[in-house]
């Protein structure tokens, strides 16, 4: 069976999605001890760091980094790792950086030096994703980037982060030295934690109001009023939470560094430039007011030069915004199928002897049934028997169209709502639920392109997926799995869905394959479902 074939246990669970609460350690050294450092992302790393670490105990103005790069390519997956490593709040911080650090090749000294001295640096991480944090309608406001910072630096001091005059009234108390009395005079008058308490502030008035004159010794009328103010005067500036971040890091020791860890704010800013210059004001105010001590990671498809360019007209308001993400990394595809190659699908030494064994008895075969006649893209095939041994039970080709259909899927608003973005599964995890699909298969079998559907269907429009439900629940098996791959490559431009390249995602054994029956097949089901309308044909595109 297939899934005999993997050195690591394929059913095992791997997290393909970014978190920003507090996992387990167990889960986390386990996600350290996976990642995958391939060459490609080597590089990035020597970026990264070179800068990170040259500049501890020194002023800086370089706080920024910008992580892009395409569905699946890392860039989350990364952002999540490095705040796991630069983060030295948990039990066990110690152990996770090392564990990170021995997979740095050992004469790579410049590099391992500069992770070294990271590690051994005090800091705090924050991890976040940017859309799933900010409040409903808040992103039509101008300043919602800041909203966003302040709700989850409030967050991690213990504030109440859903009302910032709350957090204030919090911040205040704390800085007095008040804050635990207030908590333990509140929860005796009201008989609740002052954190459940808050939730319904405003029907806890009078215990809120007595409670701060209490430990104030001040009036309960004069206690409700300064409440009141809090409220009706709160406003909230940059240059206010550059200070409270400074404060913040006042209170912590010598070269202490507080980074912010931002997912998908790329997607978040979309085309709003008004988001963009909100974005660059942060970093700008907190590299000056902070001195390097606190630093902004974030995430998102396009390089932030092309989000620049998107904004035609406006070079001159945006320039700044390049300086102020001096560190510049764009993780590629390649870099997402060494990944998958090495996490997922890497073979025991026998499996991967066997494979290369069955590779030089089927390679001619393999060439003629495994083809594309679409000249507008070269689409790889196996290029020896080690490439087919690292990639079984997958074809290379899958892996470069897979992403080319996200991308068109996402731009048309076929995923629900935070998914938007397809930041939330990684192509890792449709790799995984895939493979988990055909492990009880015999060696031989292969997967086909309407498994990537499949693989995807949890985050698809749920509108979306009931018409293909209700497709599939009349149509035979084979009929079905021919309109999840038109599905799939519905938006790809570059890639002509004729007869002979729908046979060929459809292939489904690398040997033994009568691939004229196959094309019948693929033929009568396109013709039914185009009688039935399910499909249109167009000529011009669907030759068949």
């Known amino acids: 069976m297939i899934g005999q074939l993997f050195k690591k246990d394929i059913h095992r669970n791997i997290e393909g999605v970014i978190k920003a609460d507090n996992l387990s350690d167990e889960a986390i050294f386990q996600e350290v001890d996976e990642y995958v450092i391939t060459k490609d992302l080597n590089k990035k790393l020597d970026d990264f760091f070179g800068e990170y670490s040259a500049s501890i105990g020194k002023e800086t103005q370089n706080i920024g980094v910008w992580i892009s790069g395409h569905f699946g390519s890392g860039k989350s997956h990364l952002l999540k790792i490095l705040s796991y490593i630069l983060s030295d709040d948990r039990k066990h911080s110690d152990l996770i950086g090392q564990l990170f650090l021995s997979k740095i090749d050992t004469d790579d000294f410049e590099l391992k030096s500069n992770i070294q001295k990271a590690l051994t640096s005090p800091s705090q991480t924050i991890l976040f994703n940017i859309d799933q944090k900010s409040d409903i309608g808040s992103k039509k406001q101008d300043d919602a980037i800041l909203g966003v910072f302040m709700k989850v630096f409030n967050e991690m001091r213990g504030y109440y982060p859903k009302f910032g005059y709350i957090a204030k009234f919090e911040s205040d108390l704390d800085k007095r030295g008040k804050l635990s009395a207030f908590k333990e005079k509140f929860q005796e008058l009201s008989g609740e934690t002052w954190e459940n308490g808050r939730e319904t502030i405003f029907l806890e008035s009078d215990n809120v109001a007595l409670a701060l004159s209490s430990i104030d010794n001040i009036s309960k009328e004069s206690a409700s009023d300064l409440i009141n103010k809090y409220e009706s005067n709160y406003t909230l500036s940059i240059e206010d939470f550059a200070k409270e971040v400074k404060a913040y890091i006042d209170t912590k020791e010598p070269n202490f560094r507080l980074v912010f860890f931002v997912d998908e704010v790329g997607q978040y800013i979309g085309d709003n430039t008004k988001l963009m210059l909100n974005l660059q004001t942060i970093v700008e105010t907190l590299s000056t007011t902070c001195a390097g001590q606190a630093w902004v990671i974030v995430t998102s498809q396009a390089a932030v030069s092309d989000i620049v360019k998107v904004n ?149 429009r749920a509108d979306v997926q009931m018409q293909i439900q209700q497709a599939t629940n009349i149509l035979d098996p084979f009929e079905s799995k021919v309109l999840k791959t038109l599905f799939m490559i519905k938006y790809v431009k570059h890639f002509t869905p004729n007869l002979d390249n729908i046979t060929t995602l459809l292939v489904d054994q690398i040997s033994g394959l009568d691939i004229g029956e196959l094309k019948k097949r693929v033929y009568g089901a396109l013709n039914y479902l185009c009688n039935q309308t399910y499909i249109q044909k167009v000529v011009s595109c669907m030759n068949f």
């Open 312 to 460: 035609a007209g406006l070079e001159n308001d945006f320039s700044k915004i390049l300086g102020r993400f001096k560190i510049k990394l764009n993780l590629t595809g390649e870099n997402a199928k060494d990944v998958i190659q090495k996490r997922l699908l890497e073979k025991t030494d026998t499996a991967q002897h066997d494979l290369e064994v069955l590779y030089t008895k089927v390679h001619n075969s393999l060439s003629s049934i495994i083809h594309f006649s679409d000249r507008s893209r070269q689409y790889k095939n196996f290029s020896s028997g080690a490439h087919f041994a690292l990639v079984y039970p997958f074809v290379p080709y899958q892996m470069d169209l897979f992403q080319s259909c996200i991308t068109g899927l996402s731009a048309h608003s076929v995923f629900q709502g935070r998914h938007q973005s397809t930041g939330e599964r990684s192509m890792l995890d449709v790799v995984q639920t895939i493979a988990k699909t055909i492990s009880s298969s015999s060696i031989g079998s292969l997967a086909t392109f309407d498994m990537f559907f499949d693989g995807l269907s949890s985050i698809i």
